[in-house]
């Protein structure tokens, strides 16, 4: 079964990028759609960002449009998630997500598999 490792959080000044990683093993990923999602504490769980398996297609979550880039290497079994231009309400715990369907999704319950997060920390 697939796992999924999330890496590249870490602490940011306001107005900084990272770029976070999440790597799949046990086996390829590139017939399913992937997904990142963040979680504060107090905080519901948040959409930010999807992609289709061929990488044609991409939806964000309105808080993150125009900052956020979610892309995905499929020969590396990887799915990025750029961030630029970070405030402080971007800090969470960042989760990566595989597909349960053939299509995206923008809610928790459209993917079966979450890695274990990637902090990320703005400060201000």
């Known amino acids: 079964q697939v796992q999924l490792v999330e890496s590249g959080g870490g602490l940011v000044q306001t107005g900084g990028s990272l770029r976070l990683s999440c790597a799949a093993s046990g086996r390829t990923f590139s017939s399913y759609a992937m997904g990142w999602f963040r979680q504060a504490p107090g905080k519901e769980r948040e959409f930010v960002a999807t992609?289709?398996?061929?990488?044609?297609?991409?939806k964000y979550g309105d808080s993150v449009k125009g900052r956020f880039t979610i892309s995905r290497d499929n020969a590396k079994n990887t799915v990025y998630l750029q961030m630029n231009n970070l405030n402080p309400e971007d800090t969470a715990l960042y989760y990566c997500?595989?597909?349960?369907?053939?299509?995206?999704?923008?809610?928790?319950?459209?993917?079966?598999?979450w890695g274990q997060g990637t902090q990320v920390t703005v400060s201000s």
């Open positions: 992609i289709n398996w061929t990488g044609n297609f991409r």
């Open positions: 997500a595989k597909g349960a369907y053939t299509g995206t999704s923008s809610t928790e319950t459209g993917y079966d598999i």
